[in-house]
């Protein structure tokens, strides 16, 4: 038999002839699948554990910190959206949408928003870009331990 006859032998091994669940045979994955995100008890008393100690260290140097173990993080953004100048303009017409676009209908003048809750999280925050996290579970491990080195040495990275 050639590699295409093992090939098709294979296939039809665990799965009612190999065939597509449309033409009768069984589904790929039979099971439902996780909710996201995927946590147990264990994650949740850990997360539990740092928002309620109030001891967290954050800032420029975790940063360089984090950047010196190969995670690539970066500060958060540098202002709340509404400071975004696209919001700030006054104006008539299409040239000042959003704010003084017909179609708004709000009376917000995000020139004198307080928001100090977004504000602080955008001094405070650190960023993970999101091809970071498509990695596998080692990745994930790496940037877990890295995070922990930093963490034990705090006093000393001050």
């Not at 704010?99 to 977004?118: H, I, K, Q, R, T």
Request: proline letters at 11%.
């Amino acid at each position: 038999m050639g590699l295409v006859g093992q090939e098709d032998q294979e296939m039809t091994s665990g799965n009612e002839g190999g065939r597509p669940a449309l033409l009768g045979g069984g589904p790929a994955h039979p099971g439902p699948w996780p909710t996201w995100p995927v946590h147990d008890a264990r994650e949740r008393e850990a997360l539990l554990e740092v928002l309620e100690s109030g001891k967290w260290w954050y800032g420029e140097r975790f940063i360089e910190a984090m950047r010196a173990e190969g995670v690539p993080l970066s500060p958060g953004y540098p202002h709340p959206l509404f400071r975004n100048p696209l919001f700030q303009r006054k104006g008539e017409g299409p040239r000042y949408c959003p704010v003084s676009c017909p179609y708004y209908g709000g009376g917000v003048d995000y020139a004198v928003v307080a928001c100090p809750n977004a504000e602080r999280a955008c001094r405070e925050v650190a960023w993970l870009p999101q091809w970071a996290l498509l990695g596998c579970e080692a990745d994930m491990e790496a940037i877990i331990t890295a995070a922990r080195k930093i963490r034990s040495q705090a006093p000393a990275l001050a």
